[in-house]
């Protein structure tokens, strides 16, 4: 990997960071070196003291393999770019803040509040990225050996941190920082920090030109309803309609990691993947090791993906290390102790015995496979996979057809056990979950092996790629569907006052919506897939770690969207149509309701929402109108209240003090 003769950077005259703007996407910048006497340490970080001491440390340990890799001949550079998720520390704050803060589910409390009220306390609980939870870092590594060198060798890496999981931005970013910072050293920081401080505010869901040097990154970033609010989503981007159709271009990413190597990664597994969808459905834990942390990257972002749209609430870490603060909880845990709900990406085998009590373990890649290769960061957003010096050795696609050999191999690995990619290792799967949901073997008929030829191997796993993350979407898609009812926003019906509140979304039961979908069914592409109990898979999925932060999610979108309905139903109503024919208790009705309203929209106006002033002055004229054929008694009774009285006259509005 080098930088292209054709990159070109601007003079030192010319930079000037932004840091404000920088942080819109990125934490900073470190470059690590590899010391064999002192260990991992820090040599640069930019911009300073964006990190704690801990927070350094812990950075260190994930930004270098666990070994160093032997695939290659001495004398020579060898490079690969992985990334890893730990845990911020020193923002105590929001340490244990739960996956998704919005409306609460089956609460009195929320059922009685206006829906004006809701919105504005969902607005009230959104993160900002300042405040997350997570560092997400994203890793060029460079081992140079050379025996004139100390010891043989060095190693240094440069590293993106940011709160954002945008693999698409940093992977190809990575792909031009890397070898600029081994070309010129630490000016590369300031370059790189100069051109992505001037980069627009990222739009999740959005297809984005981002100038970097003479080059443009053209990038997918993944949609906001997959975000963790702690990323610093603004909730109107939550509350953006999501197209209820399947997209028609596979460019569109539906969830986090949409350009994760799914057939290449899980090519000698593929029969595998059903199952796979399920345990990260309803949120079981998973041990997957690789022979290196490309591989084991590719293969944690690769399972994340796979059940887009679906918000992935549970812990995943795409590259997990022994330093981590969290490994020493996982390696205490007592004898029966549920382990939690988690995605571990691992390389260091001493993780088969300490995390023993993990029910499910996934092995994938092939030590043969020269990392150099980079299946976690050569590809474009679009998924595909750029040709390189070396091309493709992946095994022959095998879809585990049964035949005796194959049968007493699946036997041998299963009475062995994990502990058997100790003496060597294989690709393979330790779970004794019984899937509910058959391989399609449409789908897999579908998938095209190319054989060997390199040029052609990467055209065909686009293709096989968006075959299979096309069905999974569909799959998950159409599992989700019967929960469609109790996040569907009601518009007011023609003639009907749009002054009145809209009835509230239906209170949602978990025994009486098992109850109501047993007799219904699940539809029938879910039962030509799904074997005769289908419906403990969705109890299993409401009790797992994945459903309340999704549902409660897409129960503030509806609530959202249907508080913005009616609120432009209100902009075009004629409150003289609907004066003419009320009785007098139904104008007192409508008064006290647009008066809710309008105070709501001046408590709005403090937010400098967009329209929030064109909207109370409308209200306010309906109000004064309304009030203007009230009894001259229940005027004059109105008329005592100053605040009431100040809006329905025709001088200010009431200001904020006095509100």
């Known amino acids: 990997m080098s930088r292209s003769a054709s990159f070109l950077v601007r003079s030192e005259a010319d930079l000037k960071v932004d840091e404000k703007s920088l942080q819109q996407w990125v934490v900073g910048f470190c470059i690590i070196r590899f010391d064999l006497e002192q260990g991992q340490l820090i040599e640069e970080c930019y911009p300073a003291g964006c990190l704690t001491h801990n927070e350094e440390l812990e950075v260190a340990f994930s930004s270098f393999p666990d070994s160093v890799s032997q695939n290659h001949n001495r004398s020579s550079i060898h490079d690969c770019i992985f990334f890893f998720r730990v845990r911020r520390q020193g923002n105590p704050q929001v340490a244990h803040l739960p996956s998704s803060e919005i409306v609460e589910v089956n609460k009195t409390q929320a059922s009685q509040m206006t829906a004006s009220d809701k919105v504005l306390k969902q ?64 000016k590369a920081l300031n370059f790189i920090a100069s051109y992505v401080s001037m980069w627009p505010v990222p ?66 597994l593929l029969m595998q993947l059903w199952k796979l969808w399920e345990l990260l459905l309803i949120g079981e834990p998973i041990l997957i090791i690789a022979p290196t942390p490309p591989q084991c990257c590719e293969a944690v972002a690769g399972l994340v993906s796979l059940v887009a749209p679906l918000l992935c609430s549970i812990d995943f870490r795409p590259y997990f290390t022994i330093h981590d603060p969290d490994f020493a909880h996982l390696n205490s845990l007592q004898e029966g102790a549920a382990f939690p709900p988690m995605i571990l990406g691992v390389t260091n085998l001493f993780f088969l015995k300490s995390l023993r009590r993990i029910p499910h373990v996934l092995s994938v890649g092939n030590p043969v496979m020269n990392a150099a290769r980079l299946p976690f960061s050569a590809r474009a957003s679009t998924g595909r996979i750029p040709a390189g010096p070396e091309g493709l050795s992946l095994p022959n696609l095998s879809l585990n057809r049964f035949t005796p050999s194959n049968f007493l191999n699946a036997m041998k690995l299963r009475r062995d056990g994990p502990l058997c990619l100790m003496t060597e290792h294989k690709e393979a799967f330790w779970s004794s979950y019984a899937p509910i949901t058959k391989p399609d073997t449409s789908i897999l008929n579908r998938l095209i092996d190319a054989g060997m030829s390199p040029r052609v191997e990467e055209s065909m796993s686009v293709v096989n790629n968006d075959i299979l993350r096309r069905h999974f979407l569909e799959l998950t898609t159409n599992f989700l ?179």
């Open 203 to 268: 739009v999740p869901g959005q297809l984005m030109e981002l100038p970097i040097g003479n080059a443009t990154l053209k990038v997918n970033l993944p949609p906001a309803h997959c975000m963790p609010l702690d990323c610093g989503v603004l909730f109107e981007e939550l509350a953006s309609p999501i197209a209820p159709f399947l997209p028609s271009s596979q460019s569109v990413p539906q969830g986090l990691f949409h350009d994760a190597d799914l057939f290449g990664t899980f090519r000698g």
């Open 481 to 659: 569907a019967p929960f469609g009812p109790y996040y569907r926003p009601t518009t007011p019906s023609e003639g009907s006052s749009p002054y009145v509140d809209p009835p509230p979304l239906p209170t949602f039961n978990a025994e009486d919506f098992l109850s109501s979908l047993s007799a219904r069914g699940p539809g029938k592409f879910l039962l030509k897939r799904m074997k005769s109990n289908w419906l403990d898979l969705y109890r299993r999925f409401l009790k797992g770690h994945n459903f309340l932060p999704w549902f409660q999610r897409k129960r503030a979108v509806a609530e959202q969207e249907q508080y913005r309905m009616w609120r432009q139903a209100r902009m075009r109503a004629d409150i003289q149509h609907f004066i003419a024919r009320m009785s007098e208790l139904e104008i007192v009705d409508t008064f006290n309701a647009i008066e809710r309203h309008l105070l709501g929209e001046l408590q709005q106006s403090t937010t400098l929402e967009a329209g929030s002033d064109a909207t109370s002055s409308k209200l306010r004229e309906d109000l004064q109108a309304v009030f203007h054929v009230l009894p001259k008694d229940m005027q004059q009774l109105m008329l005592m209240n100053p605040e009431r009285a100040a809006l329905v006259r025709d001088d200010e509005l009431p200001s904020k003090s006095t509100r």
């Open 123 to 186: 607005r009230s609980k959104i993160q900002t990225g300042a405040n997350s939870r997570y560092l997400y870092g994203f890793v060029f590594n460079r081992q140079r050996h050379d025996e004139r060198l100390k010891r043989g060798g060095e190693q240094k890496s440069v590293v993106i941190l940011s709160h954002n999981p945008f693999s698409s931005v940093f992977r190809p970013l990575l792909q031009i920082m890397g070898p600029l910072y081994f070309d010129i050293g630490k």
